[in-house]
């Protein structure tokens, strides 16, 4: 299985996180983001399935969040929100 899996639709880049996302998958899953985001999509990122995010994991996903026209998160995620807080960062998928 691949640390994940991107399904482009026409307005949205659909990511599912497997398992872990970590060092050793982070210039791949840039690369994969960029390309998927060069036309003006949005980003649906679904980490149900994410046991293990670390911090160069973290900071791609983040960027690309910026990056894309919009971004959500499918679903909660233990993992991501315990990601989040153990770096001191907000959730920038949820609303203020």
């Known amino acids: ?5 991107i399904d482009l639709t026409a307005d949205a880049v659909r990511l ?6 970590t060092i050793e998958h982070a210039r791949l ?3 994969a983001l960029a390309t998927a985001l060069l036309l003006p999509r ?6 149900t399935a994410l046991a293990r995010i670390d911090a160069a994991g973290l900071q ?3 960027a ?3 990056a894309a026209s919009r971004a959500e998160l499918s679903a909660p995620s ?3 929100t315990s990601a989040l807080q153990l770096h001191g960062l907000t959730d920038p998928f949820i609303q203020p």
């Not at 599912?16 to 996302?21: K, P």
């Not at 949005?42 to 980490?47: N, T």
């Open 29 to 31: 899953l840039h690369s």
């Open 64 to 66: 690309a969040a910026r």
């Open 42 to 47: 949005g980003l649906v990122i679904d980490p």
């Open 78 to 80: 233990a993992v991501w």
């Open 1 to 5: 299985m691949t640390a994940f899996e």
């Open 60 to 62: 791609v996903l983040l």
């Open 16 to 21: 599912r996180l497997n398992e872990a996302v």
